[in-house]
């Protein structure tokens, strides 16, 4: 089994005696040690939406488009990761769905408003 200290070369930076860990060296450590940490305290769903995250992690490393609904998807995984281990972060991620949701609905009316007029403007205007 590896051991902490043999994970210690996935934190891309040293600050103030601190590992800061990415997202993708999260992600590996979790699933590399599943068995032997992380599955005492998460289930198999969790895991997953790790796999899940792992994928959209890469998706955006590698510069690939999301749609909204993917942008959503991918944030709702967070916020169920999160709260699965009681992160205070889960939060500002729901707030980040409510956000996305909010700006999908306004291009969505915004998308009809202009169909609307580009009826009227196809029907013409009635003859006096």
């Known amino acids: 089994m ?13 600050k103030k005696g601190e590992l800061v860990w990415d997202a993708q060296a999260l992600i590996s450590v979790m ?9 005492k305290i998460l289930g198999a769903s969790e895991r997953t939406i790790l796999n899940e995250l ?9 510069q690939k ?11 709702d995984s967070m916020a169920r990761l999160l709260m699965a281990v009681s992160a205070m ?12 949701l909010r ?11 202009r169909k609307e007029t580009a009826t009227a403007i196809e029907g013409g205007l009635p003859e006096d």
């Open 54 to 62: 792992r994928d959209v992690r890469n998706k955006h490393a590698h």
């Open 31 to 39: 699933l590399d040690l599943w068995r032997d940490c992380f599955a």
């Open 89 to 100: 972060e889960a939060t500002a991620v729901e707030q980040m769905k409510s956000e996305l």
């Open 103 to 113: 700006l999908k609905f306004e291009e969505q009316i915004r998308g009809e408003k």
């Open 2 to 14: 590896p051991s902490f200290p043999d994970w210690q070369g996935r934190a891309y930076e040293l």
């Open 65 to 75: 488009s999301f749609s909204t609904d993917d942008a959503y998807r991918a944030l």
